[in-house]
């Protein structure tokens, strides 16, 4: 946990103009003076911009108050439009985000790494005519999207943009190989062996998450077996000779995990998409593998160790740098899994209106009714279509925060964060949900003035 301690004051400026003389002087008539205004000086249709802003504001703030009162005690909300806060609800409250924590995972993803940042796994190995002498190697770099051609389609969410890791075969398969004299060796050396968050339960464990590793295909996981190897690598391995022998190359030996020497030649190496397109998948799915294996790439790159606690300690000091307010705030993951992570409204409502309504985070949300973690929810009404958000749900725990668009290019940033029993359950939370978007919606909203007059 840590605290940023300090406040800077917030100063109001009032410029006040004087007219200045004192000499009288009688009017004098020009000219005709003008006809009578056609519309009377009283009339609705001369209702001032700020009664109409009021009026809206005064929508949203009604509605809006049906959302407070159902709100359980652990709950924040912060709703900030044209950069002023509408409604704030114990924002500094530090409360368990549950993947609402994967925002902030993101916006560190793409500044210290940066949008463009793509992973590159390796094959390694000497070819010698059909056969390869020795070992073949596969050497992970991190690539959370490591996947077979089948696997999106067993997916709750499926892969958007997936690293096809059938394509290194594809290689071997164009140079002609047809036989491994070796083993399939998995190389995860790149980073730590950290499998899981200690603090994470059974429940999580390989469910949710894990075993970690700088080498996975599909999660972790190897076709026809329900449980997963505990050395994702060794999955790795095993799940490459599968596909290999599929292709008709034999593999002679056993798969094996080792570290991989820099004398081997490189075979073929295989690219992934851009990280922005990395944290699409991570905020859209909500994947909590693509999480915390970003977690290890930030300290890869932020501190030169692909450790979960030098990843987070990277993602503590950018909180500080960006002058995000960081009290209260206790990280454990980058996936929001560990229910001893907690965050506030103020700092997610303040990470989405820093990064802005087209900024690489926001765009990056799922969209209400179409995408990801939103595909089922708010289907139709407001918000349907254009809304971005991400969700967040553990036992007990439910959130959403994101960004609702508006007229004329303008936008409202909610955060919304629910502790307590009950508060992930449907018949509780989805009716507050939707008064909530409502009354953002409601920021549409103009005074009629037609419907003033009489």
Known sequence: MFTLCGAIPLLSVWQVA???????????????????????????????????????????NAKL????????????????????????VNTTKALVPGSNLKLLTAAVALDVLGPEHRYSTKMLGIVS??????????V??????????????TEKYPTITPTDVEKLVDALVALGVSAIEGSIV????????ERYVPSWGDGIRSVEAGPLGALMINDGAVSGSPIKPANPALAAATEFTRLLTSRGISVRNAPKVGISSSDTPLIASLESVSMREVVTEMLVN?????????????????????????????????????????EGVALLDGSGLDRT?????????????????????????????????????????????????????LNGVKSLSGMFP?????????????????????????????????????????????????
């Open 18 to 60: 004087l007219a200045a003389g004192d000499e009288v002087r009688p009017l004098a008539i020009q000219r005709e003076l003008p006809d009578s205004p056609v519309t009377p000086i009283l009339s609705a249709r001369r209702v001032p911009q700020s009664l109409v802003d009021l009026n809206s504001a005064g929508r949203v």
């Open 65 to 88: 108050g049906q959302v407070i009162a159902a709100l359980p005690p652990d709950s924040c909300l912060k709703v900030i439009t044209d950069s002023k806060t509408i409604v704030g």
């Open 129 to 138: 005519g059909s056969v390869v002498r020795g070992d073949l190697w596969l």
């Open 140 to 153: 992970g770099s991190g690539d959370p999207l490591l996947t077979t051609r089948v696997y999106p389609s």
């Open 186 to 193: 998995g190389d995860e050396s790149l980073y730590d062996t």
């Open 286 to 326: 909500s994947d909590n593998n693509t999480a915390e294996l970003l977690v290890k790439e930030i300290g890869r790159v932020g501190r030169s160790s692909a450790t979960r606690i030098d990843g987070l300690n990277v993602i503590a000091s950018k909180i500080a740098e960006w002058g995000l307010p960081g």
């Open 341 to 393: 992570n907690l965050l506030t409204c103020d700092l997610l409502a303040q990470l989405l209106e820093r990064d802005g309504q087209n900024g690489l985070v926001t765009t990056a949300l799922a969209t209400a009714g179409k995408t990801g973690t939103l595909r089922d929810v708010f289907l139709s009404g407001p918000g349907s279509g254009t809304m971005r958000a991400k969700t967040g749900t």
């Open 406 to 454: 508006l007229d004329d290019g303008r936008s409202t940033v909610f955060a919304l964060i629910m502790n307590g029993s009950g508060a992930s359950t449907v018949n509780f939370y989805r009716p507050i949900w939707n008064n909530l978007v409502t009354a953002l919606s409601f920021g549409n909203k103009k005074l009629e003035v037609e419907m003033l007059l009489p």
